[in-house]
């Protein structure tokens, strides 16, 4: 399955077509655009023409069936194409703005008469589209969510690519990070026998065997305390097993944006945990080096839908 971005845009348009009613000389086009951006859930807003608003819940619906997260804006709008005469209200038309003159009149005397400019203008505002309009809108929606999908798929795979390129380095530093603690306990383990063995050379001759004993075996028992306390195997286990699981994530793709995101956040444990337990230059600066990468990880993954 594909990964799919939260993020992308479309525009589709539809060419004016000549309206074959009588009395209605413009040629009727429709202008759609759509764009997203990520947040955690599905949040539609629609900014369409007035004439469009009838297919605004075909339009939701739509959207719904095909995106299930994102910030998404749909702008729509009508765009007519005169043809040069003026359109001339019909007679039905031009009865009802001398009734309501007529009406308007009755109340306010002084009120003036209109022009012919004004009815013109009148009789030639609020136009109703009519079912083919609305049809060629939601089709032209269709078209748009399709393209928006498909740029959004385009963006998620390059998502994809740049998350598997960090686990591929997440995996490498864990790797590097195993070797090191027996390397540092066997140090730490040399450095207690040292000490004890510097201790008894100070104590000379006056120490008994039992207390030289004691104090060996009190070396020993720190260096295993120090070891158990430095022991990071549990974490870079845990650290590849996330690590394996986002790149199965990946592979399969559809719907885990959020899964990812939970898993961002135990990377960022587990490389915290590793760097409370350091006890070398080395070992802080791969839990470093593992934080930056995961921060990474989750700006990307943030976009994810």
């Known amino acids: 399955m594909t990964v799919y971005s939260m993020t992308g845009y479309a525009s589709c348009q539809s060419p004016a077509t000549q309206n074959t009613q009588p009395g209605e000389p413009a040629q009727v086009g ?12 599905l949040d539609l807003s629609f900014r369409v023409s007035d004439e469009l608003r009838s297919a605004e819940p075909l339009m939701r619906e739509h959207i719904t069936k095909h ?8 702008r729509a709008w009508i765009e007519r194409q005169q043809d040069g005469t003026q359109a001339v209200p019909d007679t039905a038309s031009l ?19 209109l022009s012919v400019s004004q009815v013109l203008q009148m009789g030639s505002g609020g136009q109703v589209v009519d079912a083919t309009v609305v049809a060629r809108a939601q089709s032209l929606l269709e078209d748009a969510v399709d393209a928006l999908r498909t740029a959004r798929a385009q963006e998620g ?4 690519q740049t998350i598997t390129e960090r686990t591929a380095s997440l995996r490498a530093l864990a790797q590097s990070a195993e070797p090191l603690v027996p390397q540092l306990v066997e ?18 001759q006056n120490a008994s065997a039992t207390a030289a004993q004691a104090a060996q075996d009190r ?9 158990i306390r430095i022991d990071v195997a549990e974490e870079v286990s845990r650290l590849h097993s996330h690590l394996e699981e986002i790149d ?5 793709g559809g719907e885990l944006g959020k899964r990812l995101d939970f898993l961002i956040q135990e990377l960022h444990r587990e490389a915290n945990t590793l760097g409370s337990k350091s006890s070398s230059l080395e070992l802080t600066r791969i839990s470093v080096d593992m934080k930056v990468l995961i921060e990474q990880m989750r700006e990307q993954v943030q976009n994810i839908e």
Do not use: C, Y
């Open 67 to 74: 995106l299930k997260r994102g910030k998404v804006e749909v």
């Open 30 to 41: 429709i202008g759609l655009e759509i764009r997203s951006v990520n947040s955690r859930f």
């Open 95 to 113: 009865e009802r703005l001398l009734a309501a003159q007529t009406a308007v009149k009755a109340v306010l005397h002084q009120a003036a008469p």
């Open 219 to 227: 070396a020993l028992s720190e260096a295993t305390a120090f070891a």
């Open 157 to 160: 795979g390059r998502l994809a």
């Open 248 to 252: 199965r994530l990946l592979a399969k």
């Open 187 to 204: 140090q730490q383990r040399q450095r207690f026998l040292e000490r004890w063995q510097t201790a008894m050379g100070d104590v000379g």
